[in-house]
């Protein structure tokens, strides 16, 4: 049968998952290397080397989370299903507060590089305002909105998490059945637009991504 052309197609980015596995195990092994050259031979940074080790943590735990669960996206719906190692042992539920966990990460690993990046910059250019970088009322401002970034997430996929069957019914009479064959899918998640939600982590990502330019 031909595809019906008034009917959007799935563009469904697959990649090779054996080198998914090669390339981030790599990538673990070479930041745990790096991790430990930083605790011993970094005396010469100073504090800059908490925003270092801060920032290789989130990415460290990232990358892990990429080979255990690696989402993929079904655009142009808002479906995705887990691609990773942990693919056929993940309910609807269990993928739900994973997607959650992985956005989380993703986000730490922004903030992690915008604070290196920063801390750097001004100890270069205006050391006079390092105070406002290594104190602990900007430690905790930053750890408030980390927080505040990990309850959007939970809300705007927390609320739109359905039963399972009511999601599958949802996404096959949204999509007049193109999503069918990606039922199963363990880990098929499909997940009501949020345009509240959405626009929230639209613009926190603008502001992270506009800081590292």
Request: proline share 4%; net charge neutral; with cysteine.
């Given at each position: 049968?031909?595809?019906?052309?008034?009917?959007?197609?799935?563009?469904?980015?697959?990649?090779?998952?054996?080198?998914?596995?090669?390339?981030?195990?790599?990538?673990?092994?070479?930041?745990?290397?790096?991790?430990?050259?930083?605790?011993?031979?970094?005396?010469?940074?100073?504090?800059?080397?908490?925003?270092?080790?801060?920032?290789?943590?989130?990415?460290?735990?990232?990358?892990?989370?990429?080979?255990?669960?690696?989402?993929?996206?079904?655009?142009?719906?808002?479906?995705?299903?887990?691609?990773?190692?942990?693919?056929?042992?993940?309910?609807?539920?269990?993928?739900?507060?994973?997607?959650?966990?992985?956005?989380?990460?993703?986000?730490?690993?922004?903030?992690?590089?915008?604070?290196?990046?920063?801390?750097?910059?001004?100890?270069?250019?205006?050391?006079?305002?390092?105070?406002?970088?290594?104190?602990?009322?900007?430690?905790?401002?930053?750890?408030?909105?980390?927080?505040?970034?990990?309850?959007?997430?939970?809300?705007?996929?927390?609320?739109?998490?359905?039963?399972?069957?009511?999601?599958?019914?949802?996404?096959?009479d949204d999509s007049r059945g193109?999503?069918?064959?990606?039922?199963?899918?363990?880990?098929?998640?499909?997940?009501?637009?949020?345009?509240?939600?959405?626009?929230?982590?639209?613009?926190?990502?603008?502001?992270?991504?506009?800081?590292?330019?």
């Amino acid at each position: 049968m031909e595809p019906n052309p008034s009917l959007p197609v799935i563009e469904d980015f697959e990649v090779n998952h054996k080198i998914a596995i090669i390339f981030t195990t790599t990538s673990i092994i070479l930041g745990i290397i790096g991790f430990y050259v930083i605790l011993t031979q970094s005396k010469s940074l100073g504090n800059f080397k908490y925003y270092l080790i801060n920032q290789t943590i989130w990415a460290q735990l990232f990358e892990l989370a990429v080979l255990l669960l690696y989402p993929g996206a079904l655009a142009p719906f808002p479906a995705y299903y887990m691609k990773g190692l942990l693919r056929n042992y993940l309910s609807y539920k269990s993928t739900v507060v994973c997607y959650v966990i992985w956005c989380g990460l993703y986000v730490n690993v922004q903030l992690g590089t915008v604070l290196s990046l920063m801390n750097r910059y001004i100890s270069v250019f205006i050391p006079t305002y390092r105070r406002l970088t290594e104190n602990k009322y900007a430690v905790m401002f930053m750890a408030l909105i980390h927080i505040f970034l990990y309850v959007v997430l939970a809300i705007a996929y927390g609320s739109t998490a359905e039963n399972e069957i009511l999601m599958r019914q949802k996404a096959h009479d949204d999509s007049r059945g193109i999503l069918d064959p990606f039922f199963a899918e363990q880990s098929f998640v499909y997940v009501e637009i949020n345009r509240k939600a959405n626009t929230i982590i639209f613009y926190s990502n603008a502001i992270i991504t506009f800081a590292l330019i």
